[in-house]
C-alpha cells in the first residue's frame, strides 16, 4: 500500500485558514469527512479531540498531525490541509502550525495502513519533504511529492533494525510507544535513530505501535546496551531491563528532544533501573497525566475487567439453571423447603447452577487482586486474591473486595518502600519472601480486624432494623427493600435485604420477597437498555456487554450490573437506587407476592398479581435507565 492510496483529492486543501486550533482540528475532519471514510462524524471528531486532549500533535517545525483510531473509520485515509499563515496549535516548540495531517484508522485485524502511516510521519520529519508540500501549487502536485517521497524512502523498521556500523561507537537501545501507535511512536524512533546517528554511536530501536513491537530487543542485545532510552505514553515492558541504565521519558521527548536524550545516555547520565519482582511494566502517560482521580479510575477498571468474563459467564449459566426447572418443575406442587432450592431441583440445573457458581466464586478475589496488581505490581496479586476470598467467604462482600484491591495494592507499595532500608541481601529476597509473607499478614488482619467487623456489623444492624419496621407502612418498606439490593449488588446491604426476604416467607409473608427481587431485577436491566438509549455514557466494552445484563437482570442476577457500579460509582449507584426503590414500592403497592426466594422471570408463574410486578419493574427499569442517561457523562474513548 502506498501513502496516496490513503489520501483522495478531496481530502486535501491547500488554502486552509483557521484561526484558532479549534477550527483547525475541525476544518481538517470536515475534509476527511469528505472523503468517504468516516461512518459516524461525530464519534471519529470526539475521538480527535480525545487524542489531542493525551498530549498535543503539533510534534514541532510547523508540522501538525492529529489522528483518530476508532470504529467511526470505516477505511483507513489521510486528509491534509496546508495553512499559509500559520495557526497556533500548542506544539512541543511553540511554532505556529503550517502544515496539518489528519489520520484515521479503523478498529480492525488489518493493520497494514498503520506501516504506511507510520512511513509518512517520518517523512514529515525530513524538511525539505515538508517544505515542498507546503510550497505545493496543486493537489496533483501534493500527491506527486508524497508518492515520489514514499517510492524513494526505505521503510522505517528496515533502517531500525540496523544496528550500526560504527566501530567503538557507544551501543544504546530504545523503545518508543504512543497511546494510539500510530505516529508519535515512529516520530521518536525516528528522531533518536538521527541523533545517534549524528553521535556515531550504535542503535537499535523497538517500535511498540498499533501493528504490534517490532525490531524487538534479544536478551543478548539489552545485555551488550550501554544505556537504554525508553520513550513511551503507553505501557511497555520493563522488568527486562533490570540492573541497566534506563533513561524513561515522554514519547514527544524522543521527538523534540532526542539530542538531549543521545547526549545524556553517551555520557552514561541514567539511573539503573531496579524491576520489583513480577513487574512487567511502566506506562510514562498514566504517571504524568490524570491526577489521583485518573489514577484510581484506571487501578478500578484493571479489576473491573478482568472480573468481567466471570460475572457475564456465571450468571447465564445460572440463569439458564433456573430456566431448566422453570420449565420441569412444577411450582404449586412445591412446599416452602422445595421452593427454596429452586435451580437446583432437576440435575442439569443443579449442574448449571454449581457451575456458574464456581464462576462467581472467582468474581471478587479477581477484582481485588487485579485492583491490586494495578498499584503494586504483581508482588500484590497474591495479597488482592487473598483478601477478595475473605470478603466473599465472609460479610462484607462486593465493598469488601474492593477495598482489599487497594488495601494489597498500598501495602506493597509501603513494603517496598519499607525494603529499601533493610541491608542488599534482604533487599534481594524481599520480593520471594518479605512482600508474600508480611503483606498476606497484614491484609489477613486488617480484613479480620477492621473491614470484616465494620461491614458486619452494619450488616447485623441493617437486619435489626429491618426486623423492627415489618409493621410499618408496606410502601416505605418496599423502598427501602428494593433500594438496599442496589446498594452493593450482592454485598451486606444487598445480602441483609436478601435474607429478611427470605425469612418473610418461611413466616408466610410472602409481599417482601416480592420486593426485594424486583429490586435486585431492576439495575442490570435498567443499565442493559441505558447501553442502548444512551450509547456515549457508555464505554464500547460496556456496550458489548450491556445486552447480557437484560438475561441477568431478568434471573434476579443483580451482579450483573457491578463491573458498571465499579467503575462509576457515584453516578450509576444512585441512578440504580432510586430505580429499584421505585419498583419495590409498585410492587407493594400493587399487592403483588413472590413465593420463591430467587429465579427472576422464570418464576413468575407463582408471583401474585404478575401484570402489575411486570408493570412496576418496567417502571424501575425506565427510571434508573433516564437516570443513568442524566447523571453518566460521555464517555472519552
Not at 140 to 152: N, Q, R, S, T, Y
Not at 520 to 539: E, H, N, Q, Y
Not at 586 to 592: A, E, P, T, V, Y
Amino acid at each position: 500500500m502506498r501513502i496516496t492510496d490513503l489520501l483522495d483529492k478531496r481530502s486535501i486543501s491547500l488554502t486552509g485558514a483557521p484561526k484558532t486550533k479549534q477550527e483547525a482540528l475541525d476544518q481538517v475532519i470536515d475534509l476527511m469527512i469528505k472523503s468517504g471514510r468516516i461512518n459516524d462524524e461525530e464519534a471519529y471528531r470526539k475521538q480527535v479531540y480525545a487524542r489531542e486532549e493525551e498530549s498535543t500533535t503539533g510534534i514541532g517545525e510547523g508540522i501538525a498531525i492529529p489522528h483518530g483510531k476508532c470504529a467511526a473509520v470505516s477505511k483507513p485515509g489521510l486528509a491534509a490541509m496546508v495553512v499559509k499563515d500559520g495557526v497556533d496549535f500548542d506544539s512541543l516548540d511553540g511554532e505556529p502550525v503550517t502544515l496539518i495531517f489528519l489520520i484515521a484508522a479503523p478498529n480492525t485485524k488489518d493493520n497494514v495502513h498503520l506501516d504506511v502511516l507510520s512511513k509518512l510521519s517520518v517523512l514529515m520529519m525530513d524538511e525539505s519533504f515538508s517544505e515542498s508540500l507546503r510550497n505545493a501549487k496543486s493537489v496533483e502536485e501534493f500527491l506527486a511529492i508524497v508518492d515520489k517521497a514514499d517510492a524513494e524512502q526505505a521503510d522505517i523498521d528496515e533502517r531500525l533494525a540496523d544496528t550500526g556500523s560504527a566501530n567503538g561507537g557507544v551501543k544504546i537501545l530504545a523503545v518508543t510507544s504512543c497511546p494510539t501507535g500510530i505516529a508519535h511512536t515512529y516520530m521518536a524512533a525516528e528522531g533518536i535513530e538521527k541523533a545517534a546517528r549524528e553521535r556515531n554511536c550504535v542503535v537499535k530501536i523497538e517500535t511498540r505501535g498499533s501493528g504490534g513491537a517490532k525490531n524487538v530487543l534479544t536478551e543478548q542485545e539489552i545485555r551488550d546496551a550501554d544505556c537504554i532510552i525508553v520513550a513511551a505514553d503507553a505501557q511497555v515492558p520493563m522488568d527486562r531491563f533490570d540492573g541497566k541504565k534506563v533513561i524513561a521519558c515522554q514519547v514527544s521527548d524522543g521527538i523534540s528532544k532526542a539530542g538531549q536524550l543521545l547526549d545524556r545516555a553517551m555520557a552514561g547520565d541514567a539511573p539503573v533501573y531496579h524491576a520489583a519482582a513480577g513487574s512487567a511494566s511502566v506506562s510514562q502517560a498514566s504517571k504524568k497525566s490524570g491526577g489521583v482521580g485518573h489514577k484510581i479510575y484506571t487501578q478500578l477498571m484493571n479489576g473491573v475487567s478482568h472480573m468481567l468474563p466471570f460475572v457475564v459467564g456465571g450468571g447465564i449459566l445460572i440463569a439458564l439453571a433456573f430456566l431448566i426447572d422453570g420449565l420441569c418443575v412444577d411450582m404449586d406442587a412445591l412446599d416452602v423447603a422445595d421452593r427454596a432450592n429452586f435451580g437446583t431441583i432437576t440435575p442439569v440445573a443443579a449442574w448449571l447452577k454449581n457451575l456458574g457458581g464456581v464462576a462467581f466464586g472467582f468474581m471478587l478475589p479477581v477484582l481485588a487482586g487485579f485492583i491490586a496488581m494495578a498499584i503494586g505490581d504483581r508482588p500484590a496479586l497474591a495479597l488482592g486474591f487473598v483478601g477478595g476470598m475473605m470478603a466473599y467467604s465472609g460479610k462484607s462482600g462486593f465493598l469488601g473486595a474492593l477495598a482489599a484491591g487497594f488495601l494489597a495494592g498500598y501495602l506493597i507499595l509501603f513494603l517496598r518502600k519499607a525494603c529499601d532500608y533493610l541491608p542488599e541481601f534482604l533487599e534481594k529476597i524481599a520480593p520471594v519472601l518479605i512482600y508474600p509473607l508480611v503483606g498476606l499478614l497484614l491484609m489477613g488482619l486488617a480484613m479480620s480486624f477492621v473491614i470484616e467487623p465494620v461491614m458486619g456489623g452494619i450488616n447485623t444492624a441493617l437486619n435489626n432494623g429491618l426486623t423492627s419496621m415489618g409493621g410499618t407502612s408496606k410502601v416505605i418498606l418496599g423502598i427501602i427493600l428494593g433500594g438496599m439490593m442496589a446498594v452493593d449488588m450482592g454485598g451486606p446491604f444487598n445480602k441483609a435485604a436478601y435474607v429478611f426476604g427470605t425469612a418473610a416467607i418461611a413466616a408466610g409473608n410472602y409481599d417482601i420477597m416480592a420486593a426485594v427481587m424486583i429490586g435486585g431485577m431492576t439495575p442490570p436491566c435498567a443499565i442493559a437498555l441505558a447501553t442502548f438509549l444512551f450509547k456515549k455514557k457508555f464505554s464500547r466494552e460496556e456496550r458489548q456487554s450491556g445486552p447480557v445484563n437484560f438475561i441477568m437482570g431478568l434471573a434476579f442476577i443483580t451482579e450483573g450490573a457491578i463491573p458498571f457500579a465499579a467503575s462509576d460509582p457515584l453516578h450509576v449507584l444512585p441512578a440504580c437506587i432510586i430505580g429499584s426503590g421505585l419498583a419495590g414500592a409498585l410492587s407493594m403497592l400493587f399487592g403483588c407476592t413472590l413465593m420463591a426466594p430467587h429465579g427472576g422471570i422464570f418464576v413468575f408463574p407463582v408471583v401474585g398479581n404478575a401484570v402489575m410486578y411486570v408493570v412496576a419493574l418496567v417502571a424501575g427499569t425506565l427510571a434508573s435507565a433516564f437516570l443513568l442517561g442524566v447523571l453518566k457523562k460521555d464517555v472519552q474513548e
